[in-house]
């Protein structure tokens, strides 16, 4: 194990302490919570007064579950879960079953309406009409007067900011318009 790694190591064996995201007055973060509906869009709305940071790249969890997922596959690259039909590892098991069904099984049960295009997944179809037939360009640049037009995909403007802006770090330059 790398030394990057063996420093990170204590993350997974910490227990962190929930921040909280809502001011010191109890009222307020009560009225708050009874105007926020419990659901939204037919998922339970989690409560945004716990949150566990990563102490590494500063990136905020729901649940201290969610955090110890992320810092042992991002920071440590744990990749505990593999594909049984080759070689590529993955750090959480649905990742792997995704993986699998998709790459191996083929079974693309979600099919496009206005194209060939089919999907294993309903977020691939989903992500797949807005770049292609709805043309969304969510992620702009962030620095200053970029000439540059929206990019689709965070993966494009992060691309971007490595070749044109070389001195800003992408973690901290891409945002969602």
Do not use: W
């Not at 099984?105 to 496009?112: E, G, I, K, L, T």
Request: charged share 20%; with cysteine; proline share 7%.
């Amino acid at each position: 194990m790398s030394s990057s790694k063996a420093s990170l190591s204590y993350l997974l064996n910490s227990t962190p302490t929930p921040s909280s995201s809502t001011s010191s007055s109890s009222s307020s973060s009560s009225a708050t919570s009874r105007s926020i509906p419990p659901h939204e869009g037919g998922v339970q709305r989690k409560s945004r007064s716990r949150r566990f940071p990563c102490t590494v790249c500063k990136f905020v969890f729901f649940t201290n579950s969610d955090l110890q997922k992320h810092v042992s596959s991002v920071h440590l690259q744990l990749r505990p879960y593999g594909c049984p039909q080759c070689e590529r590892r993955f750090g959480e098991k649905s990742n792997a079953n995704k993986h699998f069904r998709s790459v191996h099984v083929r079974d693309r049960p979600n099919q496009c309406t206005q194209c060939d295009a089919a999907f294993a997944f309903r977020d691939g179809l989903v992500r797949h009409v807005r770049l292609v037939h709805q043309g969304l360009r969510n992620f702009r640049c962030p620095v200053p007067d970029c000439p540059s037009a929206p990019f689709k995909q965070a993966a494009h403007l992060k691309k971007h900011i490595q070749s044109v802006h070389k001195h800003h770090t992408p973690s901290s330059s891409s945002r969602r318009l």
